[in-house]
């Protein structure tokens, strides 16, 4: 059941896995010796990830690990791939990719949790910084060689580029992003008064329905990705195109950019391939609406989660 009220429980959905005001010291990672001071300073901490898991700490509340980067050098020198996060406070913040490692020798470093099934639950900014050191640990894992020759690239600027290691290519590689659209689509009947298009995906969890979404295609502008979107899966036109809000998802390395339009008439042609499922609801009743295997909406830290919330109480 949606709650009208302004909860809280989707305190920064919108941001959830956005690093927001977190120092990413991007004017100096090039700097090679305030790195190896940073890599030697007592204050640095290290978050370990394995096999696109992260590092956690569970009492109450799952979060974050982050260990004395000073106990674990030997980890850093045996790796090429170290990601420097940035800075908080005193505190900086690394990462580092150790898939390599059979689970025997992880088993000493604690536990590792996928991201998708614990982030909702931990504290916004462990989420952002987990989200932070999986994305480029993923990119990392799938840019070992140069798409244009084929050579092995090595890493440069702390992480954040690689670049290729022949001579006569030398292809500078950077961390890459796949926009994608998730549009909220309201239609107004005059017998029901405004109501919202939820559909679901046949591989979706038990009752789940979301608002629509797709990936900007090349040469596309966002709000022409959200309207032909909107016409290839479900077959309706849509006008009032308007950006909500965007928010980083790392799985894998998506963003997701959020709008709202309005539906031309309410003639669901379904897309069977793409669909499942698509019906429209009204306010009421996805205030009354049950949070079960018959019907659920997104979870709490997705915009998609947010763009619905947002038209409940609206």
Known sequence: MIDSSDSGVNFHALGFYATG???????????????VERLQDPY???????RGRNLVVNADVPRAHFLPLRDHRDLIAAQTDIILLGRAGEATYFALDISGLDEESVIAFGEFAELRSIGQLTPQRDGALMAYARGLSHWHERHRFCGRCGSPTATEAAGHQRRCTNPACALQHFPRLDPAVI??????????GERILLARQANWSPGMHSVLAGFVETGETLEAAVARETYEEVGL????????????????S??????????????????????ESARWLT???LRRSPENDDFRLPRADSISRRLIE???RD
Not at 243 to 252: D, E, M
Not at 255 to 263: K, N, P, Q, S, V
């Open 21 to 35: 005001d977190f120092d990413r010291c991007a004017t100096i990672r090039q700097d090679t010796t305030w790195l």
């Open 283 to 285: 306010k009421d009743q």
């Open 237 to 252: 036109r849509v006008e009032n195109i308007r950006y909500f809000g965007s928010q980083p998802w790392p799985f894998p």
């Open 44 to 50: 640095s901490l290290l978050h370990l990830v394995w």
């Open 310 to 312: 947002d038209w409940v």
């Open 254 to 275: 998506s963003l997701m950019l959020g709008f709202t339009a309005e539906a031309s008439d309410s003639n669901i042609c379904l897309d069977l391939v793409e669909l």
């Open 183 to 192: 549009m909220r689509i309201t239609h107004r009947h005059p017998q029901y």
